[in-house]
Nanobody
Framework: QVQLVESGGGLVQAGDSLRLSCAAS????????LAWFRQAPGKEREFVAA???????SYADSVKGRFTISRDTSKNMVYLQMSSLTAGDTAVYYC?????????????????WGQGTQVTVSS
């Protein structure tokens, strides 16, 4: 059973940067694809970015060039570095994991989820 715990959310100003962290435990870290999703009030949970054990990453068009996903295998951590934040980035951000090497932007293909961390961007 994989457990994911997010941290790093908070209230920031438009244009600021913020880094989210996700600590993973209970599985073989390198065998999972890790991803970030987000859910704004009244909206569906949407894909943000994904990273495999090795290989290229994937981003939603809305965050490409502003967000960077990375992972530290030695620490079982995955990060989401966010820059040039706007009010449209306000959401609860979730860390997710799925077995295998194939990237996916589909929520249903992720087996494990964290509890989420709130990011609020004020304009």
């Amino acid at each position: 059973q994989v457990q994911l715990v997010e941290s790093g959310g908070g209230l920031v100003q438009a244009g600021d940067s913020l880094r989210l962290s996700c600590a993973a435990s209970g599985g073989t870290f390198g065998t999972y694809v890790l991803a970030w999703f987000r859910q704004a009030p009244g909206k569906e949970r949407e894909f943000v970015a994904a990273i495999p054990g090795s290989g290229p990453t994937s981003y939603a068009d809305s965050v490409k060039g502003r967000f960077t996903i990375s992972r530290d295998t030695s620490k079982n951590m995955v990060y989401l570095q966010m820059s040039s934040l706007t009010a449209g980035d306000t959401a609860v951000y979730y860390c997710a994991a799925r077995l295998g090497r194939l990237l996916s932007s589909l929520r249903a293909e992720y087996n494990y989820w964290g509890q989420g961390t709130q990011v609020t961007v004020s304009s």
